[in-house]
């Protein structure tokens, strides 16, 4: 397919096929649009996310190459067990949705600047109470020490950030994400783009066309109501 740049309008909540995604930049689709729950439901079901700066227009992204982690490959080593074992972590989902994207936020405002801006602040936490974005924490000594959120609708559980304020914690989260999908039949975790540390836990690359044939199979599955209740994950590491 050609190339093309497309430019979305206010009111049509569809977007154009993957496959027109530009080569440079990776994966640019389309600009404009809005955050609505509508468009960002169509978004993820279509394999795309929005991903752009503070002052910038709304970007949407299908990266030819994909990031995912799949279940049964995550990767657990003896340093991440023996931190599991010391930190004895109280595990949550949906309990701190508001503290994990601002956690996450900071975290990387501090490092390297941070595509989580006030538009998608205001758009993921709309999200979370439409029942559509989710967050995982870790609390020690009753302190929130890490976690992740991401947007969950099919087989899919699609990560967004995670952050840490002690060693192993976001990795930690992470782990728990796992067995907590594993639990419940889910299919494997879209991390948008590789890095050296999702690397480390197992995660690989797909090519665009591998992955949108495996969103389309995740897409026949239910996510249980109960799943992302606000609770406490017990045994979640057994």
Not at 15 to 35: R, T, V, Y
Not at 41 to 68: T, V
Not at 161 to 188: D, R, T, Y
């Amino acid at each position: 397919m050609t190339q093309q740049l497309f430019h979305l309008s206010l009111n049509d909540q569809r977007f154009p096929p993957c496959e027109f995604a530009l080569k440079d930049p990776d994966g640019l689709l389309a600009i404009g649009g809005c955050l609505s729950i509508k468009r960002l439901r169509n978004a993820y079901a279509s394999g795309i996310f929005p991903w752009f700066n503070e002052n910038e227009p709304i970007m949407w992204w299908s990266p030819s190459q994909r990031g995912i982690i799949e279940l049964d490959e995550f990767h657990i080593n003896r340093s991440l067990k023996k931190a599991q074992r010391k930190l004895n972590p109280v595990v949550t989902v949906n309990m701190a949705f508001s503290q994990v994207m601002m956690a996450c936020r900071q975290q990387r405002i501090n490092n390297e600047g941070t595509w989580i801006n006030s538009d998608m602040l205001l758009a993921y936490h709309e999200a979370h109470k439409q029942g559509l974005a989710h967050s995982l924490e870790i609390w020690h000594n009753g302190k929130l020490v890490g976690g992740l959120y991401g947007v969950m609708q099919s087989g899919v559980f699609c990560g967004e950030s995670m952050f840490f304020h002690i060693p192993n914690a976001s990795k930690l989260a992470m782990w728990a994400l796992v067995n907590w999908l594993k639990q419940h039949n889910a299919h494997f975790i879209d991390c948008q783009l590789e890095n050296p540390y999702l690397t480390s836990l197992g995660a690989k690359v797909v090519s665009r066309e591998e992955f949108l044939t495996k969103l389309n199979t995740a897409a026949q599955y239910s996510v249980p109501d109960t799943m992302w209740l606000a609770q406490t994950l017990e045994n979640i590491y057994d």
